[in-house]
Every structure is written in C-alpha cells, then in structure tokens.
C-alpha cells in the first residue's frame, strides 16, 4: 500500500508534506489587515527562488488594506473579484522583467515568466505556513495595470494575488460559496511521460 499524505480533504498519491495540500485559494476572509512585516516575510521567501542567470525577474507591487495604495490596486480587479477581495488584508501585483544582464550584455529572458511563477509559489507557501492564504488571479484590467502600476518597459504582469485570513464560506454570496473547498489535481499519469510525449493520435 503506497504511502499517501492528507490534508484538509485533500490526499497525495505521494508522501508529500502537508504543506502542499494546506495550500488553496479561498475567497472567504475576515477582513483582517496583513501587517507589513508578515507581507515582507513572504516576499523574502519569493526573493529566494532560482532563476535564469540568477537574474531573479520578479517584481512585487502591494497595497495594505486602509492604506492610501489599497485602493488604486483594488480599483484594476474585474467586478466580481473586487467583490470578496473586499475583505482581503493585502493585494499584490507580481511582474517580471523580461530583460536580463548576461556576460554577452542585456538579453531578453526566455525564463522570466517562469521563474516569476516560483517565485509567487515559495511566497504562497509561506504565507500558509504564517496562517494567511493567498489567492491568486488573472481576473484584472490587462489595459490599465500597466500604468496603474507605473510598469517599466520590459515588464509583464503576470497575476494579482489577495492575502487575508480565511474565513466563514457563509460570509460569501451564495454563488460563489459552492465553490469555497480546496480542489483536487489531474493524476501524474495525465502529465508525466518517461522519455517523450505519448504518440497523438492520427
């Protein structure tokens, strides 16, 4: 019998640490402030991430709810985001610089995204194992973020994300309470091939 990890309702088919499975995004939260110090404490777990060329892309912008920096990043989340990011501690923009310094000079990076990506995953880990969670999101406005966020040339933005305290579903619209549950993942089977794809068929 296979060794498996549980956590919530959720269970590995691999020992894994519960961690892993801690880890989902809820919408429900208490309204609590995200204090400064906790907010830095996750990004210094970010900061720690690989990358190409160790030319570490990520770019952090955040507001703390109650502060004057809330609400022009609030105000870029689509309509039904902004509805239960309302009662989030802290909203924060990841962006990634597609640019690197290289021994050959400046040079675009084929990584930049990617490793932006680890970045946010080792800073949502941390923010589970400090009792926040964080909720990421492509739900804002494409068009204006840039901007709002005085984004320099070279650079994407490539998700918000919305830290609080999970709370209540109850205190959610009904519409979206049904889908206040961790969810599952694909077995490795659908995404995991020794030596290549499997043939497509014809």
Same mark, same amino acid.
């Given at each position: ?125 941390? /923010?589970?194992?400090? %009792?926040?969670? =964080?909720?990421?999101? $492509?739900?804002?406005?494409?068009? #204006? +973020?840039?901007?709002?966020? @005085? ?8 998700? /918000?994300?919305?830290? %609080?305290?999970? =709370?209540?579903?109850? $205190?959610?619209?009904?519409?979206? #309470? +049904?889908?206040?549950?961790? @969810? ?19």
């Amino acid at each position: 019998m296979p060794v498996t990890t549980s956590a919530n309702s959720r269970t590995a088919d691999h020992p894994i640490d519960a961690l892993f499975l801690e880890r989902w995004s809820p919408r429900a939260f208490t309204g609590e402030a995200v204090s400064q110090a906790d907010l830095m404490t996750m990004i210094e777990a970010a900061r720690w991430a690989p990358s190409g060329y160790n030319s570490q892309p990520w770019r952090f912008v955040y507001g703390l709810r109650d502060t004057p920096a809330w609400e022009p990043l609030f105000g870029l989340l689509v309509p039904f985001n902004q509805g239960w990011v309302k009662n989030a501690g802290a909203l924060v923009f990841l962006a990634s610089n597609g640019m690197m310094n290289t021994p050959d000079g400046l040079k675009p990076s084929y990584s930049a995204s990617f490793d932006a990506g680890t970045a946010s995953g080792l800073f949502q880990l941390q /923010a589970i194992k400090m %009792g926040w969670h =964080a909720h990421g999101m $492509t739900g804002f406005d494409h068009e #204006r +973020a840039p901007a709002a966020l @005085n984004l320099p040339p070279h650079h994407r933005v490539e998700a /918000a994300f919305a830290i %609080g305290r999970k =709370a209540d579903p109850a $205190t959610l619209p009904e519409e979206v #309470r +049904a889908r206040e549950t961790p @969810n599952g993942r694909h077995p490795l089977s659908d995404f995991v091939f020794e030596g290549g794809f499997p043939p497509r068929e014809a």
